[in-house]
T-cell receptor, first 114, second 114 residues
Framework: DQQVKQNSPSLSVQEGRISILNCDYT??????FLWYKKYPAEGPTFLISISSIKDKNEDGRFTVFLNKSAKHLSLHIVPSQPGDSAVYFC?????????????FGPGTSLSVIP | GAVVSQHPSRVICKSGTSVKIECRSL??????MFWYRQFPKQSLMLMATSNEGSKATYEQGVEKDKFLINHASLTLSTLTVTSAHPEDSSFYICSARDWGYEQYFGPGTRLTVT
């Protein structure tokens, strides 16, 4: 049973517009969420995170929104740039200890069209 | 900061041989390291979690005798694929975490078994 879901396997957005990547989770014990970006044949790169005590975290062009009641989070990229084209993984964890594993979603492939 | 390296980046080996992949945290001490496998166009599959000085915890379905993990120090973990088969060909990625909650990923190792 997938605990972290990204229901859109792919997304295409025009350069300069907003990209919205969605993620849903099922385990209410998760209280820390992360987004990673991955290019082919490279390791994922950490982008932004949010803890469950917040509902929004912003870092430059990237904003993550968390709706705990809906068990839903989203990553907004604005404005989108061609270099943002990559696979984006949503991930969830518990802040109990650093030993807790992070559960990754299946990823969404974003294409930003020039 | 938070750089994780992997060596080698690519390796080709013959069926039946063993290959070792190293994962190092270069500028921080990793209390926990994770090993993932990624098949083409699929998500990251967690194979095992290792804490320094203790035995690795393997995910269900991962053969611990085939994928030997050693976390000998706070900066080094190794994954040894024993008696490699062509089905073991994949992209192996490690990640490391200190006392925080983000994981920092290595660049990955492409294993090809002929």
């Amino acid at each position: 049973d997938q605990q972290v879901k990204q229901n859109s396997p792919s997304l295409s957005v025009q350069e300069g517009r907003i990209s919205i990547l969605n993620c849903d989770y099922t385990n209410s014990m998760f209280d820390y969420f992360l987004w990673y970006k991955k290019y082919p044949a490279e390791g994922p790169t950490f982008l932004i995170s949010i803890s469950s005590i917040k509902d929004k975290n912003e870092d430059g062009r990237f904003t993550v929104f968390l709706n705990k009641s809906a068990k839903h989070l989203s990553l907004h990229i604005v404005p989108s740039q061609p270099g943002d084209s990559a696979v984006y993984f949503c991930a969830a964890s518990r802040m109990k200890t650093s030993y807790d594993k992070v559960i990754f979603g299946p990823g969404t492939s974003l294409s930003v069209i020039p | 900061g938070a750089v994780v390296s992997q060596h080698p980046s690519r390796v080709i080996c013959k069926s039946g041989t063993s290959v070792k992949i190293e994962c190092r945290s270069l500028d921080f001490q990793a209390t926990t390291m994770f090993w993932y496998r990624q098949f083409p166009k699929q998500s990251l599959m967690l194979m095992a979690t290792s804490n320094e000085g203790s035995k690795a915890t393997y995910e269900q379905g991962v053969e611990k005798d085939k994928f030997l993990i050693n976390h000998a120090s706070l900066t080094l973990s190794t994954l040894t694929v024993t008696s490699a088969h062509p089905e073991d060909s994949s992209f192996y990625i490690c990640s490391a975490r200190d006392w925080g909650y983000e994981q920092y990923f290595g660049p990955g190792t492409r294993l090809t078994v002929t």
